[in-house]
Nanobody, 119 residues
Framework: QVQLVESGGGLVQPGGSLRLSCAAS????????MTWYRQAPGKQREVVAV???????NYADFAKGRFTISRDNAKNTVYLQMNSLQPEDTAVYSC?????????????WGQGTQVTVSS
């Protein structure tokens, strides 16, 4: 059974930090590109950061310098360290796993975790 389970969200004050985790099971995690997305109320979902199977990373402009994506293939887990959080970072954060195997595209989503930045 495929599962992507996010955790680590919550309420944090402006300037604070959170570390999100996305634990995967039932997928070929080591070959998957892992992406963190977020969706704020009334807005479209947007990419936050991506890490390839080889460990290369890329970030949305708003995340550069504040957020860090990492992965632990031994634990089948991807992380998102978020620092200097601001109210505009408030959103549901979700992880996605994607890979191609045998000419078939695999694409999986977690249920999301709420991040609220407020004083």
């Amino acid at each position: 059974q495929v599962q992507l389970v996010e955790s680590g969200g919550g309420l944090v004050q402006p300037g604070g930090s959170l570390r999100l985790s996305c634990a995967a099971s039932g997928i070929m995690f080591s070959i998957a590109a892992m992406t963190w997305y977020r969706q704020a109320p009334g807005k479209q979902r947007e990419v936050v950061a991506v890490i390839t199977s080889g460990g290369s990373t890329n970030y949305a402009d708003f995340a550069k310098g504040r957020f860090t994506i990492s992965r632990d293939n031994a634990k089948n887990t991807v992380y998102l360290q978020m620092n200097s959080l601001q109210p505009e970072d408030t959103a549901v954060y979700s992880c996605n796993a994607g890979y191609i195997l045998g000419f078939k595209v695999y694409d999986y989503w977690g249920q999301g975790t709420q991040v609220t930045v407020s004083s």
